[in-house]
């Protein structure tokens, strides 16, 4: 199996001053497979997202080991976890975060620009990424002009921008409608099957669960495989 995230003994815990220290995840492995669609299901509270967070390189384990595409997490410098988000890990979150004021098409831009693409090369990939999610016809108007759907294909472009191996979704479909969130899952679904690329959906939603290849449940800091 080709490995893209390898996880061994995770603990994470946070320091709430001396000498208290909470911990969130209990000793996590997970393996998942390049060109997997995986969802991490659990409650809130459940340590989900201080996960989500660590495979995503955002924040660092207390203690384990953390393989990211072949890059030892740990050991790795800031600037070169910066370049890892950067190029191997696109980030779709539940409340969009798009840059108000700012149109659609430079959002999508914007991860390319930190990556040093050029302007032309910004431009023609944003476009391409707009028709992808059906969007093309929205590209000039800005976040408050779009709705919760247009907003989440947006983001998803914009995650899509760097061509990541990646797609680590957060509550992707939490803000949306049961029609709209439908047609976010169905990018997800394309992305996985014809990009390739590995899907981690993070969710509380099991029946959403069901539609990707495998489930593991996030309990109490602890991760089991399954629903």
């Known amino acids: 199996m080709d490995t893209i995230i390898n996880m061994r003994g995770i603990v994470k815990r946070f320091y709430i001053g001396q000498p208290n220290e909470l911990e969130i995840l209990h000793g996590i492995d997970l393996d998942v497979a390049r060109g997997e669609f995986i969802s991490i299901v659990g409650a809130s509270g459940s340590g989900k997202s201080t996960l989500m967070n660590?495979?995503?390189?955002l924040d660092r384990a207390t203690s384990g080991t953390y393989f990211l595409d072949g890059t030892d997490v740990a050991a790795a410098e800031d600037s070169e976890l910066s370049a890892i988000r950067c190029r191997k890990v696109g980030f779709v979150f539940q409340n969009f975060n798009l840059i108000p004021r700012t149109n659609a098409l430079k959002n999508v831009e914007l991860p390319m620009m930190y990556a040093g693409a050029s302007q032309r090369e910004r431009t023609f990939r944003a476009q391409e990424l707009m028709a992808l999610v059906e969007m093309e016809d929205r590209m000039y108007h800005q976040p408050n002009e779009l709705s919760g759907g247009q907003k989440q294909r947006v983001a998803i472009a914009r995650a899509?921008?760097?061509?990541?191996a990646i797609i680590l979704a957060d509550e992707p479909t939490g803000a949306l409608d049961t029609?709209?969130?439908r047609?976010?899952?169905?990018?997800?679904?394309?992305?996985?099957?014809e990009k390739g690329k590995t899907v981690v959906l993070i969710t509380h939603n099991r029946e959403l669960a069901k539609e990707t290849e495998r489930i593991v449940t996030m309990r109490d800091g602890m991760l089991f495989e399954g629903a």
């Open 54 to 57: 660590l495979i995503g390189a």
């Open 160 to 164: 899509m921008a760097n061509d990541p």
């Open 179 to 181: 029609k709209t969130g």
């Open 183 to 193: 047609l976010v899952m169905d990018i997800f679904h394309q992305l996985n099957r």
